[in-house]
């Protein structure tokens, strides 16, 4: 079957750096997604991707690794405003999303 | 603002009435993704639309319908509404890509949908 992995929920300290995992088996892969969503809001693109490796992007950056079906979302620096849930979404054989629950970060002063 | 536009932003109604949501995509966007979230739930993929027709089916219930138009416009019909059904529906539009290209999916701000 397919499954992606996330923690549920995880606390971190305005100001800190949290990783948030991802583990991913899935039909294929051609490609994963990170969304941030706010509560009650739509999820908004973070980050895409294909290659192993990490990408950066201000504040966050991600990694792949295929080989391991692992990804994570570093966020450093954190701002009360980075309280939202985080999604992780893996791209399979037949180019849908498979997504995630989801992992929903506390900040705390 | 994603571009995406979706009607009507809340819909309270009752149990085993019928209800349609509206989404409209971003301009050039071709493929329309229909999304179900129930409170503190992930993300559930119901059904794509790709230039009007059908591309892919998730966990939609046989009491749900969408349909893409020639417009590219697209509607998701909701029939004999249970409590359960209460959820946020998002509409979500992509862009045309292939292979490995990045044609991540943008996000209407969605419909809560309140079943009584």
């Known amino acids: 079957g397919q499954n992606i992995d996330q923690p549920t929920e995880m606390t971190a300290t305005e100001g800190a750096i949290v990783q948030i995992n991802c583990t991913y088996q899935t039909s294929g892969f051609n490609g994963l997604f990170w969304y941030q969503q706010h509560a009650g809001e739509a999820p908004t693109f973070l980050s895409y991707n294909v290659l192993d490796g990490l990408e950066e992007k201000g504040r966050f950056s991600s990694f792949l690794s295929r080989s391991k079906g692992y990804s994570y979302l570093l966020l450093k620096e954190l701002q009360m405003k980075d309280s939202a849930s985080y999604l992780c979404?893996?791209?399979?054989?037949?180019?849908?999303?498979?997504w995630g629950a989801g992992t929903k970060l506390i900040i705390k002063p | 603002d994603s571009g995406v536009t979706q009607t009507p932003k809340h819909l309270i109604t009752a149990t085993g009435q019928r209800v349609t949501l509206r989404c409209s995509p971003r301009?050039?966007?071709?493929?329309v993704y229909w999304y179900q979230q129930s409170l503190d739930q992930g993300l559930q993929f119901l059904i794509q639309y790709y230039n009007g027709e059908e591309r892919a089916k998730g966990n939609i219930l046989e009491r749900f319908s969408a349909q893409q138009f020639p417009d590219l416009h697209s509607e998701l019909n909701l029939s004999s509404l249970e409590l359960g059904d209460s959820a946020l529906y998002f509409c979500?539009?992509?862009?045309?890509?292939?292979?490995?290209?990045?044609?991540?999916?943008?996000f209407g701000p969605g419909t809560r949908l309140t079943v009584l």
């Open positions: 979500a539009s992509s862009a045309p890509g292939g292979g490995l290209a990045n044609n991540e999916q943008f």
């Open positions: 979404a893996v791209r399979g054989s037949n180019y849908q999303l498979i």
């Open positions: 301009s050039g966007d071709l493929s």
